[in-house]
């Protein structure tokens, strides 16, 4: 449905929208036909994009793509490329859909979903170089072991197989319900441990432009819930390090962290912590300090449990959720001074979606 703002503008602006719209259907119609015969019937236009992130909340994607290959991603590479859409239509690459919020009225795009195929975990007896290993790999201890995972493959997945192949490190993963790929492009971490601290080296692919291939982590950058990886590029793999240990203990830790989850966040329809905590403090304590925690705004809600937890309501608008956040994030700069950086990825909502234009300039990484 049309956004009531829209019929203010004038008649040319709806007439030049429109266009652009046409347009656009049209270029997305090019890339679909310029894809492999083997993927073709793995994308769909005007498919539901909202419904697979963990807030379920937000529109459709005007198209998505599953990728089961690298081989796939290369052939979705060409048909952007060949079809003069990369650079001129926006590519979304989608994990398990556990740090973005979509907006109701979808994401007028390309979004490309690695697979299963994309999900493999390989590696686990291959000892890791020592001292001077192999070059182009940082060297780790003698009792590492380097791990590759597939870029969907998830991160509890991940946490359990390497412990149940006496492969320790990777346990802190287990309670971040996000993929391996969405894990290196937003530095995931947690219980003392993030991606930056067990990354060695990944392969990607860039969907519109010459990157990706194999590199060393430091071409991430990798900073708090930040990297640079591009947004058009997919990751491929990952390899992770790792240190041999007794699978018991492993198990015992992933039970700790399990439980010390479902003890300190709340369930339901949400993706995780909203925004970054500031240097020195954390976004919980002072969106409760603000008053905020348990707050409604129509369909979403400041968590009661966690007061940096927005959830969303079954059969929710992204609308509210972004509403509220852009509600707690001004109350907390009012009161605190604090401005929030949101860790959530907003999908589909335009260039300033919390309205920060005109403002003053945001708190950047510490
Ligand atoms: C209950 C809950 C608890 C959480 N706890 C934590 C936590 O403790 N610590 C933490 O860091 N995060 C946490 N999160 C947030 C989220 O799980 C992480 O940010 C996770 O890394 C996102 O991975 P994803 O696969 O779901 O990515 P998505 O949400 O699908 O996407 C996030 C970003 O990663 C990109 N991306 C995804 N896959 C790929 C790929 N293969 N290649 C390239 N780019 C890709 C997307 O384009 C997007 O920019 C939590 C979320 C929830 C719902």
Redo the contacts with the bound molecule.
């Keep these: 449905m049309m956004p009531d703002h829209v019929s203010a503008e004038a008649p040319d602006a709806r007439a030049c929208q429109a266009f652009d719209e046409a347009a656009r259907r049209e270029v997305l119609a090019e890339v679909l036909a310029a894809l492999p015969a083997r993927v073709r019937p793995r994308a769909r236009v005007d498919a539901p994009l909202g419904a697979l ?2 807030y379920r909340v937000g529109g459709n994607a005007a198209a998505l793509v599953d990728a089961e290959s690298e081989d796939d991603l290369l052939g979705l590479r060409d048909a952007l490329v060949s079809s003069g859409a990369a650079g001129q239509v926006p590519v ?9 919020l979509v907006a109701d009225s979808g994401f007028p795009g390309v979004v490309v979903r ?1 697979g299963s195929g ?1 999900a493999a975990l390989g590696g686990l007896d291959a000892e890791a170089p020592g001292e001077g290993g192999r070059a182009g790999l940082p060297a780790v201890s003698g009792a590492a072991v380097l791990v590759r995972a597939g ?2 493959l998830g ?1 509890a997945v991940l946490a359990r197989r390497t412990v149940d192949a006496g492969l320790r490190g990777l346990e802190w993963a287990v ?17 003392g441990a ?1 991606t930056a601290s067990c990354l060695v080296r990944y392969r ?1 692919v860039d969907l519109v432009g010459a990157g990706g291939g194999e590199s060393e982590a430091a071409r991430l950058r990798l900073g708090y ?1 930040t990297s640079s ?1 591009g ?1 058009a ?4 793999w990952a390899e992770l390090t790792t240190i041999r240990g007794d699978p018991e203990t492993g198990r015992a830790l992933i039970s700790e962290i399990v439980r010390w ?1 479902r003890e300190h ?1 709340p369930g339901g329809s ?4 909203v925004f970054t905590n500031p240097p020195g403090d954390s976004a919980g304590r002072l969106v409760e300090a603000a008053g905020m925690k348990g707050l409604r705004l129509g369909t979403a809600q400041v968590s009661e449990k966690h007061a940096n ?1 927005i959830q969303a309501d079954d059969g929710g608008k992204a609308a509210d959720v972004l509403a509220l956040m852009t509600h707690v994030r001004r109350k907390v700069a009012a009161a605190t001074g604090v401005v929030l950086r949101p ?1 959530v ?1 907003l999908v589909g909502f335009g260039d300033d979606p919390l309205g920060d234009a005109g403002h003053a300039p945001m708190e950047v990484d510490p």
């Design positions: 992130t963990t979304l690459v989608l994990g398990k859909g556990s740090n973005l690695p994309l870029g969907a991160l309670g971040i319900p996000g993929s391996v790929g969405g894990a290196l492009k937003m530095n995931a971490g947690g219980h993030d990607s819930r990886l947004d590029e997919v990751v491929v989850r966040q949400n993706a995780g912590s937890f860790e990825k």
